[in-house]
């Protein structure tokens, strides 16, 4: 019996590329480059599975490709925004991602970026490695204190949930949120979070605002200039969902002209070309979009992703359908 073709956009932990051998034949970009939309569509007509990342844009133009041979789309990650999901429905085409096991070292993440914007780890880092630093005075590089401060999640779902819990019950945290499918009165009393009833009022309490909502063309843009008016002055923005949620040009003119004190982004525009005037400011971190990497959370996304892939060429349901 001939095994089905996968197509691996990108490196994955070996331990994932030789579970994926066993039952498949795997075609591995060896050298790791970014697909373009053309090896994209060679992969779409010549395999029977495509197993992508967010650096691959699955767009309607692509996913029209002539003859289409794939028939699942297993994502590498949670979000699917690189993916026209209607496109991929309307050809036929299965798509799966992989929730849950990312969700921990995302939320660790979040509090990563937030505790390192609020306490200046940054820039104190820089200045240490310039040799700038002259030596312990009480009022060096002072910071802004976590403990006790409102944290305000925009979307609760289960990254969110997680935030809520360190921030909460770690870092004594308040933590508001809102999100128009709320976790249960129960679930929110067992995070310590609280429901307000608008996200007009999650910017205007936060003191640390983290964005945990799925990219969509509802979601685009929506922390824009008028919503960071609404921050505190002395309030941090913290993105870990996706850049395209927040208007970074924007972004940039309120970090510049003071309307809000920093921000710890993870997830960019137009990754990985960052706005040059966030490099050079000492108020932003910034990461390469590293949510979920660790090691042992990229090994279980590729298996997560091998389990869907499995169900499907066993005609069995998807673990984690998308469309
Ligand atoms: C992934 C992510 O690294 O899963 C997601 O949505 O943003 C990241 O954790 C990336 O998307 C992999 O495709």
Redesign the pocket.
């Known amino acids: 019996m001939t095994r089905p073709v996968v197509v691996v956009t990108r490196r994955v932990p070996e331990e994932v590329e030789a579970d994926l051998a066993k039952d498949f034949e795997v075609r591995l970009n060896t050298d790791d480059h970014p697909f373009s939309a053309d090896e994209l569509k060679e992969a779409l007509r010549t395999a029977d599975a495509l197993l ?4 691959d844009r699955l767009t309607a133009e692509v996913l029209a490709v002539e003859p289409l041979r794939a028939r699942i789309i297993a ?6 925004n690189h993916i026209d999901v209607n496109a991929a429905r309307a050809r036929g085409l299965a798509v799966s ?2 929730p849950d096991v ?1 969700t921990d070292a ?1 939320a660790d993440t979040a509090m990563t970026l937030l505790l390192m914007v609020a306490r200046r780890a940054g820039e104190g880092e820089r200045h240490v490695r310039t040799k700038a630093w002259t030596g312990w005075r009480p009022t060096h590089m002072l910071g802004t204190h976590v403990t006790g401060k409102t944290l305000g999640l925009v979307g609760m779902g289960r990254i969110a949930r997680a935030v809520a819990r360190r921030a909460h019950h770690g870092f004594g945290m308040k933590v508001i949120f809102h999100d128009p499918y709320p976790p249960s009165p129960q679930e929110a009393a067992a995070l310590g979070a609280e429901p307000v009833g608008s996200l007009d009022e999650v910017f205007a309490k936060a003191d640390f605002v983290s964005l945990h909502c799925p990219a969509t063309p509802e979601t685009r843009h929506l922390v824009n200039a008028e919503r960071l008016g609404q921050m505190k002055p002395g309030a941090y923005l913290i993105n870990t969902a ?1 850049g395209d949620v927040v208007d970074e040009a924007a972004l940039v003119q309120a970090l510049k002209a003071g309307i809000i004190k920093g921000a710890g982004l993870d ?1 960019f525009e137009k990754e990985p070309v960052v706005t040059d005037a966030l490099l050079t400011m000492e108020n932003v971190v910034l990461l390469p ?1 590293l ?3 660790t090691r042992e959370t ?1 090994i279980a ?1 590729g298996m997560r992703a091998l389990e869907n892939l499995r169900l499907f060429f066993a005609g069995k349901p998807l673990r984690d359908k998308v469309a």
Do not use: D, K
């Open positions: 992508p990342t967010v650096s994502n590498f990650g949670v979000g699917f991602n992989t990312l995302t996706r997830v979009h949510g979920s990497a990229r996304m």
